[in-house]
């Protein structure tokens, strides 16, 4: 089975900060990564597919980057609304999704 | 608009059933399978397997093997699932998800039914 691991689990930044977070596969994915965020009682929003393509209507502060095992969703410019948590989804193999990185506003 | 609408919270005891609904609308049914994941209160998702709309065969992650029965009513536009034997770990919030024309990532999600199990 593929295993994800996101870092960090928290990450606390100001509005206007530039986030990165990231996701490790355990093996070689090629580019089958989605990214999501979650907000409390909500399913999950789909931001980014094939590891880099920005879904439509998602503002383009959100970038996903990376292939094969290390992946990354960049936030430009981060806004009070992008408190949330944030998974990816590998979807070579089955599925797997990462435990999160919960963002919060310092 | 694609729009997938799920049952209500449930409240269960211990050892007793549930079965969860997923209506979907804006599409045809058939076209595209029904994912189902699980969301532990606090904790991440968890991806438990599909059904094949058109067939109505079943695929079951690894541990969801047993207790877990994914069914349909086709003409109905509606996919189930069903969990026995109900234990407190079961307490979860319960998604059902679809992929796209174009790729398997989940573009489309129903709003979750939770589920409370105890005693």
């Known amino acids: 089975d593929i295993q994800m691991t996101q870092s960090p689990s928290f990450l606390s930044a100001s509005v206007g900060d530039r986030v990165t977070l990231s996701c490790k596969a355990s093996?070689?994915?090629?580019?089958?990564l989605a990214w999501y965020q979650q907000k409390l009682g909500e399913a999950p929003k789909l931001l980014i597919y094939n590891a880099n393509s920005l879904q439509t209507g998602i503002p383009s502060r959100f970038s996903g980057s990376g292939s094969g095992t290390d992946f990354t969703l960049t936030i430009s410019s981060l806004q009070p609304e992008d408190v949330a948590t944030y998974f990816c989804?590998?979807?070579?193999?089955?599925?797997?999704f990462g435990a999160g990185t919960k963002l919060e506003l310092k | 608009q694609i729009q997938l609408v799920q049952s209500g919270p449930e409240l269960k005891k211990p050892g007793e059933s549930v079965k969860i609904s997923c209506k979907a609308s804006g599409y045809t049914f058939t076209d595209y399978a029904m994912h189902w994941v699980k969301q532990a209160p606090g904790k991440g998702l968890k991806w438990m397997g599909w059904?094949?709309?058109?067939?109505?065969?079943?695929t079951y992650a690894d541990d969801f093997k047993g207790r877990f029965v994914f069914s349909l009513e086709a003409s109905a536009s509606t996919a189930n699932l069903q969990i026995s034997n109900l234990k407190n770990e079961d307490t979860a919030t319960y998604f059902c998800?679809?992929?796209?024309?174009?790729?398997?990532?989940?573009?489309?999600w129903g709003q979750g039914t939770l589920v409370t199990v105890s005693s």
């Open positions: 093996q070689n994915i090629n580019k089958y």
């Open positions: 998800a679809r992929a796209t024309p174009t790729g398997h990532w989940f573009a489309y």
């Open positions: 059904i094949n709309t058109y067939t109505g065969k079943p």
């Open positions: 989804l590998q979807h070579n193999s089955w599925y797997t």
